[in-house]
């Protein structure tokens, strides 16, 4: 999708035979000559159909084929919608039109403005809506590496002779900075492919606009939107003590310099140019860029502040015509954020989407010298940035702020407990070493690299980065139930048991350190009852081969097949499952909780409880309701009546284990499924 659609790459390739109606005037001429020329190399040839009618783009054809496109810019909205509306109003089951459509559509537009409608309308058409998405780095490498693997890729592949053994291009681990910069600790965190992987899927599937409305207004998305970015930022505070960092701090004073710098080294193969960097000590400034439709003061950011938190205080969004609705968390995330479902866009504006375009472009807020982005602009590469954690820590303590407020109520006993289900024990039990232990250490995974890059015709191009990873597991729960069998949900979380000074957490505080580890519905039987679930199982990620698509596996390296357990692309990856630790031990409270179901089910169309296939937890069940009806972060999303530390929240149908992450720092292991180790 990163390349022109008529040149293949060389032998044992699937070519589309294009007629000169799909090309630009540029190249017309040559069409058939293009055809001849490489078409009789390839083993399958895909004729297209020609259209009765050529779709027309007036809006989205005036963005340059190299210009970089953003999701945050109104003005690309618009051109997306345009591009959506047409890739969807194709008949159902006309997949040979579909198919002209979006050849004809990628040879006349942006390659990333086509790519992420191709990609949404996919998903949303019913015709279509069960085709994996090509793992989106394969398709665009240059956002997840560093822009010098493409260099030695372009020498590997002029140089390796066919069929000789690939060798794969090792993309060092601090290739963004050194530790003089203490940000630079998180690194592994912020640049890993899996986590961006997951961050740019969600929003695939969870858009804040489009041509449909139905295509937004998914089950709580915005209570989605808000929950799934607190556990990223819960997640991120968790690695930041294990990295002897406090927390992140929200950016909440917009005048302020920005003390963190970032500079990305990453070249955009599309627009062919570097995404800029962000030098320390830099401003917001008003932006106002004719060349993206841009006009936003600092003025305009702070009304739409004091709006949201007027709406958060009084509990009231103030509606177009004046009256009021009582503000839920799946409002507010859509006035925040702002999606189209926002109560009122003219008065709550879209705050976080501009604090993204203002971080953007504050290296060029006039585009005084013709800069475009930076990484905080496209939702695949946000969060490298340190910024981004600190952006969204000024939007999760809005979320937090609403929690604390009188509209949210705080949970009664009957709402926490669960009569007769007492849990005796819970532990996590592993092959690799004690009890209550959890094992971290680095492994080197490759990834294929070739169906991104239009030059390299010799087949595959492997890169080889390093990344965090964890022993597999399990949790072992002993339950007592005394009364008749039931269903109960399983609630796993898991916080560090100290905070940054190694002082005990007031609950009120450690409730938002809590990650989410699992959560599924089993069955209890009557008397004593052993839960065991595996952390592979886990309901917040995908597991290790839809990230990394097994490359080991026949077939799979050069077809570009993606195998079915790719089906569900959203999902935090199952290599971060488990935080960082520490090579001393860093100590965590493992939290079990057994609910009472009757005020978790949900009534689902098939009427089956929740399935963990999916990484249902932060990324919800495609076309169902979210499977769990109680609030999301449930029972750690609000502040509690009462107790004051964690011991003190505890029932009979909770536990609490004491656990140590210990990390192995060295040797960094090798992928065991690398094609090549
Ligand atoms: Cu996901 Cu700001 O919403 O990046």
Partial sequence: LNEPLIYPKGDNETV???TEEFLDEDYQNNGIEINNRYGDKATDVIP?????RLPEFPKASKLPKDAEFSLFLPSHQEMAKEVMEV???????QLQDLLSTCAYSRMHLNPQLFNYCFSVALMHRPDTKNVPLQNHVETFPSKFM???VFGQAREAAALQAKGSPRIPIIIPRDFTATDLDVEHRLAYFREDIGVNLHHWHWHLVYPFSAPRREMVAKDRRGELFLYMHQQIIARYNGERLNNMLSRVKKFSNWSEAIPEAYYPKLDNLTTSRGWPPRQAGMKWQDLDRPVDNLK???G???RWRRNVEDAISTGFAVLPDGSTQPLDADTLGNMVEASILSPNPQLYGALHNNGHNFTAYIHDP??????????????????????????HAFVDDLYQKYKESESVTRYTRSQLDNPGVQITNARIVSDSGPDNTLNTFWMQSDVELSKGLDFSERGSVLARFTHLNHRDFRYEIDVMNSGAARLTTVR??????VDERNLPWILNDQRKMFIEMDKFVTTLNGGANKIVRSSTESSVTIPFEQTFRDLSRPGDQTSGELTSTSFCGCGWPQHMLVPKGTEAGAQYDLFVMLSNYDLDSVNNPDGSPMTCKEASSYCGLKDRLYPDRRSMGYPFDRPSRDAANLQDFLLPNMFKQDVRIVLQNSPVEINPRNPRN
């Fill in 296 to 298: 936003l003061t600092l």
């Fill in 16 to 18: 589309f035979q294009v």
């Fill in 492 to 497: 796993i979380f898991m916080a560090p048991s």
């Fill in 300 to 302: 305009d950011m702070m």
């Fill in 366 to 391: 006039q585009h005084r010298y013709l800069e475009s982005t930076s990484v905080m602009a496209d939702e695949a590469t946000t969060m490298r940035d340190p910024f981004f954690y600190r952006w």
């Fill in 87 to 93: 890739l969807l109003a194709v008949p159902e089951n």
């Fill in 48 to 52: 297209l159909k020609n259209l009765k």
């Fill in 146 to 148: 560093n822009s010098q």
